[in-house]
């Protein structure tokens, strides 16, 4: 029975981040949110909340795409620490192959609304005063190493 629950669930998984990538709505909801939660006074500092949460849940994403926790009969090679695969191939287990893969699904729509966010606000409060585009912003969130600093010379 596990195994056809595993199956069952790693498809379901995999439908449910093809509908969240392409179906949710997340033009619509970043520009009903902005409206109702942004005045142009607190649009910069909403920018940045946007940044960092994309950054946070970016870097939550490519933790869980990192995972791998053995499904099926597969036993894949773990490349993550063993402290925390261990964690995710215990949530993997208990959720039928489902967990990690809807979770990033999901994940993968909140980039999305942050980015319409960010686009919405960028058309709404152009620039804002920092003189930074959200498009520049992404660029230079890029490039930017663990430690904060940039990793390619900004030449003037």
């Known amino acids: 029975m596990y195994l056809h629950t595993t199956g069952e669930a790693i498809h379901l998984a995999r439908d449910f981040g093809y509908v969240c990538e392409t179906e949710f709505p997340a033009k619509q909801v970043a520009e009903y949110l902005s409206r109702q939660h942004c005045e142009p006074q607190d649009s910069y500092r909403r920018k940045e909340l946007l940044h960092a949460t994309k950054q946070i849940t970016k870097e939550l994403m490519d933790l869980l795409n990192q995972d791998r926790s053995p499904l099926c009969n597969t036993r894949p090679q773990h490349i ?5 695969q261990r964690h995710l191939t215990h949530f993997s287990l208990i959720s039928h192959g489902f967990g990690s893969p809807a979770i990033v699904a999901a994940l993968t729509a909140i980039q999305k609304f ?8 960028e058309k709404m409060y ?3 005063g920092s003189g930074v585009t959200s498009s520049q912003q992404s660029s230079l969130d890029t490039n930017k190493s663990k430690d904060g600093t940039l990793m390619n010379d900004m030449k003037k």
């Open 80 to 84: 993550l620490d063993p402290s925390i």
């Open 114 to 121: 942050l980015s319409e966010s960010l686009n919405h606000l």
């Open 126 to 128: 152009p620039g804002n």
